[in-house]
């Protein structure tokens, strides 16, 4: 009996893990969205319960961002439980999805993105990369080649980063203070 009680423990548990998606409770906005997203959203899983943040404005970018010569999207959200923000990205080739943020660590930004105010899609292909010493200095910059659009994150008045696919991730590039 008490076997059969942990199975059915372990799927109920098990279910509620890979159960987690995103929300869009605004009909309009999930109308707004392109048609290969918006008929697969109830079915992309993700790490956890997220909903999308309305407050950023576009509420969504969608580009190539991994080079596959398919349309990726990506949202700011915040994560249900606990409310930080971060960056959910679709690839539209396979719909995996990426979570940035929202509680996970990401580089040494941390893990909530409550930060950002700004973003849009990157499309140069030279980004100037601040390097810096051990010791938090900054060196200066130098001058990087990026191979797909990136999303470039910043706060208003403040320093731009780039969010951007490399070797089979996502990076983040302090571009600018």
């Known amino acids: 009996m008490k076997k059969t009680y942990l199975i059915i423990l372990t799927c109920i ?5 890979f159960g987690q998606r995103l929300s869009i409770d605004d009909f309009k906005l999930v109308e707004s969205l392109p048609d290969w997203i918006m008929f697969k959203i109830n079915d992309i899983k993700t790490e956890k319960d997220l909903v999308l943040d309305k407050e950023m404005n576009p509420f969504y970018l969608e580009t190539d961002f991994n080079g596959d010569n398919k349309l990726d999207i990506a949202f700011c959200i915040r994560d249900k439980q ?18 940035i943020g929202a509680g996970n660590s990401f580089a040494h930004v941390g893990d909530d993105f409550k930060f950002i105010e700004l973003w849009k899609i990157y499309r140069d292909r030279v980004v100037e990369l601040t390097e810096f010493a051990e010791n938090g200095d900054i060196l200066g910059n130098k001058e990087i080649k990026i191979e797909n659009d990136a999303i470039l994150v910043s706060k208003s008045e403040s320093a731009s980063n780039l969010i951007a696919w490399e070797n089979d991730k996502y990076v983040w590039l302090h571009t600018g203070d």
Request: hydrophobic share 35%; charged share 15%; aromatic share 8%.
């Open 82 to 99: 606990t409310n930080k923000k971060g960056i959910l990205i679709i690839h539209g080739g396979d719909f995996k999805s990426y979570l």
């Open 13 to 17: 548990i098990g279910l509620n893990s």
